[in-house]
């Protein structure tokens, strides 16, 4: 199956030892991008670029990006494509490693939310010289850091060449946690732990946050059950009608492309939405987007880590790790504005939150597939799934699941 961006394989041409100089035209070697992948970042910076200019030149443009939901019709476009290329008769395997799925427990609904929350206290709690108390950049941090991700992290593991099933897999694996735990998490974190902490200002007058778990269920719906369904449909139609080769080899690549331009289009609305603030408080984005790109880059490097801890091939990793440093800013913005309105200083810092993650995790696609390429991945085959084969031509036995 051959995935967007850098790094890409063809399962079934996994014979030998791929990297950017093997000539193959799957593999990573820039002669063989098209044009939209080779330069990516270019495209990406360019599209902030206009966006925030659209937003400052014609701040009109916010209106009709809001009432057409622009911005939500972009991010389940760019969503599609993945979810598509998921081969779901793969899921129950992927629900049996329970390795995995235990990791990627601890790393989102512990590391994560307790980090965030650290860094939340660095920066803005005012505990912490010379960072001056900001309430509000406060409970909007608390709000992304216990949204777990369910939207770009396909994208982001997509364009690095993640296991597609895993990260199908263990989104709709936190999505059920998340309904049932993010109001309890942010009652904990942004009620009770300030004023046992000693921080009382920073919820000073906030008796209750009232987020129900018809809110989270709802939003979750919207940016993960639609192009989820879409994408089972589309593959359970296809396979059926065309069969599994036509399916992979004709459609999947017909589709792709479809994940960078939404992409790209997104990030235009996005940066448009918020471009007048950005250049009227570039100050107050540089401090929320300092505690946040540290957050994505230390998640992203520690569950790396921890998944090739645990023996996980890179397909696998790479998904454990995405999915551990993305979170769920459709919900933190929703709740954001539901809760404290839209013109509030919680929710200024969660739509601040996907401004910095388009380009630091893009960053972070190409650490990935550094990796990819610099580590030695022979006998790491845990959680490997059928369609996935080893990238090295060593033929060492290894234990390929979690029993």
């Given at each position: 199956m051959v995935a967007i961006g850098w790094g890409s394989v063809t399962v079934s041409s996994l014979e030998h030892d791929h990297g950017a100089d093997c000539g193959c035209p799957d593999c990573g070697d820039p002669r063989s991008m098209d044009f939209l992948d080779k330069y990516l970042t270019v495209w990406i910076f360019l599209a902030m670029g206009v966006g925030v200019g659209l937003g400052y030149v014609a701040p009109g443009v916010v209106d009709p990006i809001q009432d057409y939901y622009l911005v939500e019709i972009g991010l389940i476009a760019m969503m599609y494509p993945p979810l598509a290329k998921v081969n779901y008769g793969q899921l129950p395997r992927v629900f049996s490693a329970w390795r995995v799925l235990s990791l990627s427990l601890i790393q989102n609904w512990l590391i994560?939310?307790?980090?965030?929350f650290l860094l939340?206290?660095?920066f803005f709690s005012g505990l912490v010289p010379p960072f001056p108390a900001h309430p509000e950049y406060f409970l909007g941090l608390i709000f992304i850091g216990m949204a777990r991700c369910i939207a770009m992290v396909l994208v982001w593991n997509d364009l690095a060449d993640g296991s597609s099933e895993y990260a199908a897999g263990l989104v709709a694996f936190n999505s059920v946690f998340q309904i049932i735990t993010y109001g309890v998490y942010i009652w904990f974190f942004a009620l009770f732990l300030p004023p046992l902490l000693g921080m009382d200002a920073l919820v000073a007058?906030?008796?209750t946050f009232d987020i129900t778990v018809t809110q989270v269920f709802w939003a979750i719906a919207i940016f993960l059950g639609l192009p989820f369904a879409g994408g089972i449909l589309t593959r359970l139609g296809g396979v059926r009608a065309k069969g599994e080769e036509w399916y992979e080899e004709e459609f999947v690549p017909t589709i792709s492309p479809v994940t960078l331009i939404?992409?790209?289009f997104t990030v235009v609305v996005m940066f448009a939405t918020q471009g007048e603030n950005i250049l009227v408080q570039p100050t107050d984005v540089v401090?929320?987007?300092?505690?946040?790109?540290?957050?994505?880059?230390i998640m992203f490097l520690v569950s790396f880590a921890m998944g090739r801890g645990i023996g996980a091939d890179y397909s696998t990793t790479t998904a454990i790790g995405f999915t551990?440093?993305?979170?769920?800013?459709?919900l933190a913005i929703a709740v954001a504005v539901?809760?404290?309105g839209v013109g509030s200083g919680v929710a200024f810092a969660t739509v601040i939150g996907p401004l910095i993650e388009v380009p630091v995790l893009l960053a972070l696609v190409n650490v990935a597939i550094y990796f990819q390429r610099k580590f030695d991945w022979a006998g790491y085959e845990t959680g490997q799934l059928e369609s996935t084969k080893p990238t090295t031509n060593d033929a060492?036995?290894?234990?390929?699941?979690?029993d």
């Open positions: 994560g939310p307790t980090l965030m939340a206290v660095v007058g906030i008796g939404a992409l790209l401090w929320i987007a300092v505690p946040l790109t540290i957050y994505f880059v551990a440093a993305s979170n769920n800013f459709e539901a809760v404290f060492t036995p290894s234990k390929t699941d979690d």
